[in-house]
């Protein structure tokens, strides 16, 4: 992955090394829905999507930054349409409980912001999963019609299943490497494997 593969959308994206590895940085704005940097010429409906993610609040973000980091799937040019897997990194290990359980979430674009998905479907969408801010974890992401399933770090079991993907089994476009508010993302060693 390098700048040239990618479409940025309110971000901004460069090669750079980071923890001793090559990676695509992408470093997100302190406000904006559309945030990601979309990868080129991929048509990805069914399959599995591995990378390996870093992420953490940059210097300048607020007290609510979390190091928002995550992978978008099915994502449409226009990024109208889009379902997204994110990972709050210094959730992992915080003090307090209700925010270790906020640790991974998924979200969809449009209509399902983690506010509204955590508000009438408390827990459902979002699961605890151990992670540090600015440490690589492999994810990987399992895609069937309207299932999808997020694995991390070579885990046998996901760490967060949705059954009902908002935006309909029928959904197909490209992948999204996805940053919230004032986040600074890497990413690295992307696999794509298309089961149609």
Do not use: C
């Amino acid at each position: 992955m390098t700048p040239n593969n990618v479409l940025p959308s309110q971000v901004a994206t460069q090669l750079t090394n980071f923890k001793g590895q090559n990676a695509l940085q992408v470093k997100g704005p302190t406000d904006g829905e559309k945030t990601m940097a979309l990868l080129k010429d991929i048509d990805f409906h069914n399959g599995v999507i591995e990378v390996s993610i870093a992420g953490q609040p940059m210097d300048q973000a607020g007290q609510a930054a979390r190091g928002f980091v995550g992978v978008a799937f099915r994502t449409s040019t226009d990024i109208s349409k889009t379902e997204i897997f994110y990972l709050r990194p210094t959730n992992g290990r915080a003090e307090e409980q209700l925010r270790r359980n906020h640790a991974t979430q998924y979200i969809s674009i449009p209509g399902y912001p983690w506010e509204k998905l955590r508000e009438e479907t408390p827990g459902k969408y979002e699961a605890y999963a151990d992670m540090e801010p600015g440490e690589w974890i492999k994810v990987k992401i399992e895609v069937n019609d309207e299932k999808a399933k997020l694995y991390l770090n070579e885990s046998s079991q996901p760490t967060l299943i949705v059954n009902d993907l908002k935006q309909g089994k029928d959904l197909r476009g490209s992948i999204g490497l996805w940053v919230g508010p004032g986040t600074l993302g890497h990413f690295k060693d992307l696999k794509l494997v298309k089961a149609d």
